[in-house]
């Protein structure tokens, strides 16, 4: 996740704040470490309840239908990985899958339910208030944290595929953290909703870009938080994220040249309606030479 910025008209739904790390806000970032890849000990698939069936597809919002060709296809039938825990996580191909109920005296139950670190899905119900409760999510972290230039990548690229319960607030988001992760002099988190329900950034809205046939709000603030958040609801796709830290850098909205330290995709829960609302991811890599 990395950090975010005039004031607009907003929703009647009050967005939510903070920097999350790896979903954690500022505040909280100090009493939770980084996440470290669960014990092997912990994911065996004899503790795992499998699914007894495929999970159906969310709903969208009748106001966003969903083409059929962005819907995801791929099921979780067997999850070798399940975990309620607030801060279950499991390694995967290089990556971290995540349940991540950081704002655990908020949030309500969560279930995280994984074959793969590209294939997952979670159900989560979340009282009906504005607060980001949870951000489920797989990650990529980068050289143990300490990563290194954005400029000695020639590529930062991702695709992806999930989506959400087209009820509640909530987005679908990738969040990357640069010169570090968390709270701290000089870190910068930038987040891409891809999904949006009801949910406003932190900061204020200062601009727009334009890539890959997409276009995105641009919002920050002023504690080194950026958010692109999508015009049109994207279920699927790629993002070219190396071009997006350049513009965000022309714009003096992170410093020049960061190191990259996490790069991660997922979904902030802030409100399920009370009722048990689902999140199906069913692509994700990250590409850097």
Known sequence: MLA?????????????????VDGVPAAASASLPAPVPAPTSS?????????????????????????PSATPVRSCRSPEFTTSDPDGGWSDGGYYVHNNMWNAGEAGPETLRA???????????QPDSTSVKTYPNVHKDINN?????VNDYSVIKSTFAGRGP????????????LNGVGDGKG???????TENSKQVPSGDKLSTYTAGGQTYDVWADEDGYVAFVSKSTQY??????KAMIGWAISKGLIPPNPTVNQIGYGIEFCSTGGGKARFTLSDFSVTMS
Do not use: F, H, R
Request: hydrophobic content about 40%; aromatic content about 8%; some cysteine.
């Open 4 to 20: 975010v910025l005039l004031a607009i008209s907003l929703p009647s739904v009050a967005g939510c704040g903070g920097k999350p």
């Open 43 to 67: 994911v065996a698939t004899s503790s795992v309840a499998p699914a007894t069936s495929a999970p159906p597809p969310a709903s969208s919002p009748a106001s966003t239908p969903v083409p």
């Open 115 to 125: 074959c793969a670190y590209d294939n997952w899905y979670v159900e989560s119900t």
């Open 145 to 149: 944290q300490n990563g290194k230039p």
């Open 166 to 177: 087209g009820t509640g607030v909530y987005d679908v988001a990738y969040d990357l953290w």
């Open 187 to 193: 870190v910068s988190e930038l987040m891409v909703w």
């Open 236 to 241: 699927s796709g790629s993002v070219d994220l």
